[in-house]
C-alpha cells in the first residue's frame, strides 16, 4: 500500500520568499532518507483568511513500512529544520492520504 504523506503549510508573507528558497532545499533531503518514491510541491490557490501563502508537499512513500521507518529515523530531524527558521512564521499540518488508484492519460 503507498501512502501519499501530505504536508499543508501556511507561510506568513514576510518570510514567504525565503521559506521557498528553503523548502526547494528541503524536500530533495527528505526523498535522500529512501523512503518516499517522489514528491510535489503545490501552492494552494484558495486565499488564507489568516493571511500568508498556502502550499502542499506530497511525498508518495514506497509502503506502510517505508513511512512509519520515516516517522522513526528521520522526521523529528527534519520537521526541526524548519521549526528551527520559521517556528513563528509557519503553521503546519500533517496527513495521510492512501493512494487508492491512479489514472493517467496515455496518448499513444
Same mark, same amino acid.
Do not use: C
Given at each position: ?5 501530505? $504536508?499543508? $503549510?501556511?507561510? !506568513?508573507? /514576510?518570510?514567504?520568499?525565503? %521559506?521557498?528558497? %528553503? =523548502?526547494? +532545499? ?7 532518507? #529512501? ?8 501552492? =494552494?490557490? $484558495?486565499? +488564507?483568511?489568516?493571511? #500568508?501563502? /498556502?502550499? /502542499? =508537499?506530497?511525498?508518495? /512513500? ?10 522513526? +529515523?528521520?522526521? +523529528?530531524?527534519?520537521?526541526?529544520? #524548519?521549526?528551527?527558521?520559521?517556528? !513563528? ?9 492512501? =493512494?487508492? !488508484? ?7
Amino acid at each position: 500500500m503507498r501512502i501519499i504523506y501530505n $504536508v499543508t $503549510v501556511n507561510i !506568513d508573507d /514576510s518570510a514567504h520568499k525565503e %521559506w521557498l528558497i %528553503w =523548502i526547494k +532545499e528541503h524536500i530533495p533531503k527528505v526523498l535522500a532518507t #529512501g523512503k518516499f518514491e517522489s514528491a510535489k510541491l503545490t501552492k =494552494i490557490l $484558495v486565499e +488564507e483568511e489568516l493571511g #500568508g501563502q /498556502s502550499y /502542499s =508537499i506530497q511525498y508518495t /512513500s514506497y509502503s506502510r513500512e517505508a513511512l512509519d521507518a520515516y516517522y522513526r +529515523e528521520d522526521a +523529528e530531524k527534519l520537521k526541526a529544520e #524548519g521549526l528551527k527558521l520559521f517556528a !513563528d512564521k509557519m503553521l503546519a499540518f500533517r496527513t495521510e492520504l492512501e =493512494i487508492i !488508484d491512479q489514472y493517467n492519460v496515455n496518448f499513444n
